[in-house]
T-cell receptor
Framework: EDQVTQSPEALRLQEGESSSLNCSYT??????LFWYRQDPGKGPEFLFT???AGEEKEKERLKATLTKKESFLHITAPKPEDSATYLC??????????????FGTGTSLTVIP | DGGITQSPKYLFRKEGQNVTLSCEQN?????MYWYRQDPGQGLRLIYY???????QKGDIAEGYSVSREKKESFPLTVTSAQKNPTAFYLC????????????????FGAGSRLTVL
């Protein structure tokens, strides 16, 4: 069964304290892995897409990496405005119906000033 | 600016009532989706559509219905048959073709929160 698991469920960091969020997946035929940021009561916002093992993407204090079984979202020197829920999603092909996206349950990040 | 507009943001439903959530996009995307988000669970797909007048059931379609009469619009009706409709509903869209790597970033609306009284 295709699965996406994110850990930890919640993470509290002091401002400036770097850490990593994990997204592990067991799917057949990964076409892409996506990271989204979701603020409370709002829709997810796209951050990164990764397609193959070894790929890395960076944006400000965030860096996403991908291996054959998992992805990490590294947060360097976080600020309070980085507080949000971070969602991971994988895209897999389905016969005759295009692609499907499977989402993890997210990691709720709180950065304390 | 291009984007997805969902309305209403908050909706209250009495038991036995049908309600319709609106989703409009001006991104010229071919594909549109409806997801349901519950605490402690990942987003779950309700319905999706790749072209006008065609749509497919997702993982949790029971108790829901959709239509796609225009490329820009993909309304979701939550029927009285949906036993536990209280949730946060998200509409999304993406480009096609899906069989090309890199095409499928989802753009989400701001969501609609439905509460059953």
């Amino acid at each position: 069964e295709d699965q996406v698991t994110q850990s930890p469920e919640a993470l509290r960091l002091q401002e400036g304290e770097s850490s990593s969020l994990n997204c592990s997946y067991t799917v057949s035929g990964l076409r892409g892995l996506f990271w989204y940021r979701q603020d409370p009561g709002k829709g997810p916002e796209f951050l990164f897409t990764l397609y193959s093992a070894g790929e890395e993407k960076e944006k400000e204090r965030l860096k996403a990496t991908l291996t054959k079984k998992e992805s990490f979202l590294h947060i360097t020197a976080p600020k309070p405005e980085d507080s949000a829920t971070y969602l991971c999603a994988v895209q897999i092909p389905l016969p005759n119906t295009g692609n499907q996206f499977y989402f993890g349950t997210g990691t709720s990040l709180t950065v304390i000033p | 600016d291009g984007g997805i507009t969902q309305s209403p943001k908050y909706l209250f439903r009495k038991e036995g009532q049908n309600v319709t959530l609106s989703c409009e996009q001006n991104l010229n995307h071919d594909a549109m989706y409806w997801y349901r988000q519950d605490p402690g669970q990942g987003l779950r797909l309700i319905y999706y559509s790749q072209i006008v007048n065609d749509f497919q059931k997702g993982d949790i379609a029971e108790g829901y219905s959709v239509s796609r009469e225009k490329k820009e619009s993909f309304p979701l009706t939550v029927t009285s048959a949906q036993k536990n409709p209280t949730a946060f509903y998200l509409c999304a869209s993406s480009r096609i073709p899906w069989d090309r790597v890199g095409a499928n970033v989802l753009t989400f609306g701001a969501g609609s929160r439905l509460t059953v009284l």
